[in-house]
């Protein structure tokens, strides 16, 4: 008859093998979290320049094809003649109605593209 031998001591290696990834995972999400984010000294100046901020502007094709920039009717000539004065950096939204020509909407979007406007939003409805 065998003897069965008896276990006095308790195996610690797999329990070291799981803290191990355990502290991997740690230190990943530990880096992800703080990347991006370096410590500077920043110099001080004595005048600040205040970056003014761009409100957007909105335009308007009704199911008719007319036109309203900002809430104001504009024909496809005025809209060019404002549109011309902005900086290519202003936000534009364009909002049209569903049921309107397709002709004033490629006819704005050409302006915006000769005008080298590349903040440009196209508002869409949810179905």
């Known amino acids: 008859m ?4 008896r276990f006095d001591q308790i195996n610690v290696i797999p329990f070291i093998d799981i803290m191990l990834v355990l502290l991997v995972m740690v230190l990943t999400t530990a880096t992800f979290i703080k990347q991006g984010i370096i410590p500077v000294n920043l110099p ?7 970056q003014k901020e761009l409100e957007e502007r909105t335009i308007h094709i009704t199911k008719e094809g007319t036109l309203f920039l900002d809430k104001a009717q504009v ?3 005025e809209l060019k ?5 902005l900086s290519p950096d202003q936000t534009v939204v ?7 020509t397709f002709q004033q909407f490629v006819s704005v979007m050409d302006i915006l593209k ?4 590349e903040q440009l939003y196209i ?3 949810e179905d």
Do not use: C
Request: no cysteine; proline share 0%; net charge positive.
């Open 75 to 77: 024909s496809l000539a």
């Open 123 to 125: 508002v869409t409805k």
């Open 44 to 50: 001080s100046a004595q005048q600040k320049e205040q």
């Open 94 to 100: 364009l909002r049209s109605d569903k049921e309107a």
């Open 81 to 85: 003649l404002k549109l011309g004065g």
């Open 114 to 117: 000769e005008l080298n406007h």
């Open 2 to 5: 065998k003897k069965l031998k």
